[in-house]
């Protein structure tokens, strides 16, 4: 039997995706929406027809066994997942290609591999599970270096060590998502972190990125479960100590979390875990208008109940996934416990939501048992459209749509100057560069500081000119975003393509202390060019 493979050019497996009937329907809503002609849909590239440069380094005989140059790797390690990355693959357009793929299977194989990337002048691209939407694993590193390698670690796949005692584990960062519950599943155990991209990313990967999982309060980033870490650099191995909590210094964890792979290689991290939960709870509350949800929002994240998803829907957001009239916010509203019914916490969040104008079918949120309680109604609809979108996305794109998100996060205190600014200029540029779309909004995480908006392009663009069209968007929903006191990005992290706004963010202090950092790990600059500060390389 053929191992199931995974797209060179976009979302997830060859077998998976959009099926002709859902391609046809999605096509006819957007072609009504937009006032459009009908959509052709572009063939993804077949791997034969790519013309990928030849490799231009070898690696030593000692080495060999651990890379591939075949294409159909190096073509899936070229690019991540942007829409920028499927446009450019469904051309087939590859130009920088890793030379060479490097599979390691041990921690002492990654120390090999970097000491020769550092004396051969070999940019090194950590690569997990190549979900990055930020040109974070991107192969293009200019013209400084000899070659490119892309290091996978898929093959570092273990949970290696359970503490059930202290509720945590020692896992191999190239585990994916899927394969990690199921290891952690017969123990009760659960790491409670569920990215949109958790079927295809990896532990390392959410670490180096500081990803954000699916959970709306309390318990949202990788940071809050990373006890300890392991990394490989090119001057040796760092470990920090495995420790509930320390006050001795700056964390050495936190200085490796969110390092998207230029200072080195996570390769293990002891993680807190969770029970697995029992009781869960679901509700599905709408609101007149969004700013209502808006303030049920902020006093649901300020009033200590810290419900598992709070995912506020603008109208049209909650239209697009079939969730909503188009007329009314969504609210998205769960609660979840190994330990305890959750009827009274769901009570008491639901007359908050009342009190600022929400509606909700009576016998709303009741404790359940079983897994059905958050698949089911509005709640249920929202939570299989936001596990298909990625799939969804690749068929949009290919019907030259521009489909592509931006995120932040902000102070309640600011949140509607900055929502308005946002609309205003973003809508704006796409009445300016595609003559139409639609930008519409969600919050992804609440905090009882500030809401973590996410914001959704559809517009139509021109054969041939997606790129320029993206380009034209991007650059003015980041600098909007920053001019009205967001943050480059809550979730996505860095990579290439934020990388001129992140420098803007950032204080120079500690862009030089950043710089510093990479001097001392990284001496002759290798490891992932381009991402967050330029290496000083010897």
């Given at each position: 039997?053929?191992?199931?493979?995974?797209?060179?050019?976009?979302?997830?497996?060859?077998d998976?995706?959009?099926?002709?009937?859902?391609?046809?329907?999605?096509?006819?809503?957007?072609?009504?929406?937009?006032?459009?002609?009908?959509?052709?849909?572009?063939?993804?590239?077949?791997?034969?027809?790519?013309?990928?440069?030849?490799?231009?380094?070898?690696?030593?005989?000692?080495?060999?066994?651990?890379?591939?140059?075949?294409?159909?790797?190096?073509?899936?390690?070229?690019?991540?997942?942007?829409?920028?990355?499927?446009?450019?693959?469904?051309?087939?357009?590859?130009?920088?290609?890793?030379?060479?793929?490097?599979?390691?299977?041990?921690?002492?194989?990654?120390?090999?591999?970097?000491?020769?990337?550092?004396?051969?002048?070999?940019?090194?691209?950590?690569?997990?599970?190549?979900?990055?939407?930020?040109?974070?694993?991107?192969?293009?590193?200019?013209?400084?270096?000899?070659?490119?390698?892309?290091?996978?670690?898929?093959?570092?796949?273990?949970?290696?060590?359970?503490?059930?005692?202290?509720?945590?584990?020692?896992?191999?960062?190239?585990?994916?998502?899927?394969?990690?519950?199921?290891?952690?599943?017969?123990?009760?155990?659960?790491?409670?972190?569920?990215?949109?991209?958790?079927?295809?990313?990896?532990?390392?990967?959410?670490?180096?990125?500081?990803?954000?999982?699916?959970?709306?309060?309390?318990?949202?980033?990788?940071?809050?479960?990373?006890?300890?870490?392991?990394?490989?650099?090119?001057?040796?191995?760092?470990?920090?100590r495995?420790?509930?909590?320390?006050?001795?210094?700056?964390?050495p964890?936190?200085?490796f979390?969110?390092?998207?792979?230029v200072?080195?290689?996570?390769?293990?991290?002891?993680?807190?875990?969770?029970?697995?939960?029992?009781?869960?709870?679901?509700?599905?509350?709408?609101?007149?208008?969004?700013?209502?949800?808006?303030?049920?929002?902020?006093?649901?994240?300020?009033s200590?109940?810290y419900?598992?998803?709070?995912?506020?829907?603008?109208?049209?957001?909650?239209?697009?996934?079939?969730?909503?009239?188009?007329?009314?916010?969504?609210?998205?509203?769960?609660?979840?416990?190994?330990d305890?019914?959750?009827?009274?916490?769901?009570?008491?969040?639901?007359?908050?939501c009342?009190?600022?104008?929400?509606?909700?079918?009576?016998?709303?949120?009741?404790?359940?048992?079983?897994?059905?309680?958050?698949?089911?109604?509005?709640?249920?609809?929202?939570?299989?459209?936001?596990?298909?979108?990625?799939?969804?996305?690749?068929?949009?794109?290919?019907?030259?749509?521009?489909?592509?998100?931006?995120?932040?996060?902000?102070?309640?205190?600011?949140?509607?100057?900055?929502?308005?600014?946002?609309?205003?200029?973003?809508?704006?540029?796409?009445?300016?560069?595609?003559?139409?779309?639609?930008?519409?909004?969600?919050f992804?995480?609440?905090?009882?500081?500030?809401?973590?908006?996410?914001?959704?392009?559809?517009?139509?663009?021109?054969?041939?000119?997606?790129?320029?069209?993206?380009?034209?968007?991007?650059?003015?929903?980041?600098?909007?975003?920053?001019?009205?006191?967001?943050?480059?990005?809550?979730?996505?992290?860095?990579?290439?393509?934020?990388?001129?706004?992140?420098?803007?963010q950032?204080?120079?202090?500690?862009?030089?202390?950043?710089?510093?950092?990479?001097?001392?790990?990284?001496?002759?600059?290798?490891?992932?060019?381009?991402?967050?500060?330029?290496?000083?390389?010897?």
């Amino acid at each position: 039997m053929s191992e199931r493979r995974l797209k060179f050019w976009g979302w997830g497996y060859e077998d998976a995706g959009a099926d002709s009937t859902q391609v046809r329907l999605i096509a006819a809503a957007l072609q009504k929406r937009f006032g459009l002609q009908e959509l052709q849909i572009e063939a993804p590239p077949a791997l034969e027809d790519l013309n990928l440069r030849s490799p231009r380094v070898a690696p030593p005989e000692t080495l060999r066994g651990l890379f591939v140059d075949e294409p159909y790797e190096r073509a899936r390690h070229t690019y991540g997942q942007s829409y920028r990355d499927v446009v450019r693959a469904l051309r087939g357009e590859f130009p920088n290609p890793p030379d060479w793929v490097a599979f390691p299977e041990h921690e002492r194989e990654i120390v090999a591999i970097l000491d020769w990337c550092s004396s051969s002048g070999v940019a090194a691209i950590p690569f997990g599970g190549g979900s990055s939407v930020v040109g974070g694993v991107e192969c293009d590193v200019g013209e400084a270096y000899d070659g490119v390698v892309s290091i996978d670690l898929s093959r570092l796949d273990r949970v290696v060590e359970i503490d059930r005692t202290s509720r945590a584990a020692r896992i191999q960062a190239g585990v994916f998502g899927p394969a990690l519950e199921a290891q952690l599943r017969p123990h009760g155990l659960t790491l409670r972190h569920f990215p949109q991209s958790f079927e295809f990313s990896s532990l390392g990967g959410w670490i180096a990125t500081r990803s954000g999982g699916h959970f709306a309060t309390l318990y949202t980033h990788i940071d809050e479960f990373v006890e300890a870490v392991r990394v490989v650099t090119p001057t040796g191995i760092v470990e920090t100590r495995r420790l509930p909590g320390s006050g001795a210094g700056p964390s050495p964890d936190r200085f490796f979390i969110g390092s998207e792979g230029v200072l080195g290689i996570i390769t293990e991290a002891w993680m807190r875990l969770q029970d697995r939960p029992v009781y869960r709870a679901s509700a599905s509350v709408f609101f007149r208008s969004f700013e209502e949800g808006v303030e049920a929002s902020r006093v649901l994240s300020q009033s200590g109940l810290y419900p598992a998803n709070c995912r506020l829907l603008d109208a049209l957001e909650a239209a697009n996934v079939g969730a909503g009239p188009g007329d009314r916010a969504l609210l998205v509203l769960g609660f979840e416990s190994k330990d305890h019914p959750l009827d009274p916490w769901m009570d008491r969040a639901l007359e908050i939501c009342r009190d600022h104008g929400g509606e909700f079918p009576e016998g709303a949120g009741r404790t359940r048992t079983d897994a059905g309680a958050s698949r089911e109604g509005a709640a249920g609809t929202w939570r299989d459209a936001f596990l298909r979108a990625p799939y969804l996305r690749d068929a949009i794109v290919s019907m030259g749509i521009l489909s592509e998100t931006f995120e932040t996060s902000i102070t309640w205190d600011r949140f509607d100057s900055f929502h308005a600014g946002v609309m205003e200029r973003v809508g704006e540029a796409l009445r300016r560069v595609c003559g139409t779309g639609s930008l519409t909004c969600r919050f992804t995480h609440v905090y009882p500081d500030g809401p973590a908006p996410y914001y959704t392009i559809l517009a139509p663009v021109r054969r041939g000119q997606e790129l320029e069209q993206w380009a034209a968007i991007k650059q003015e929903a980041s600098e909007a975003v920053l001019a009205l006191g967001g943050t480059i990005t809550h979730h996505h992290s860095v990579g290439r393509d934020h990388r001129r706004w992140y420098d803007r963010q950032r204080s120079e202090g500690f862009a030089a202390a950043l710089a510093s950092a990479k001097q001392t790990l990284d001496p002759a600059g290798v490891l992932n060019p381009g991402v967050l500060v330029d290496p000083l390389r010897e």
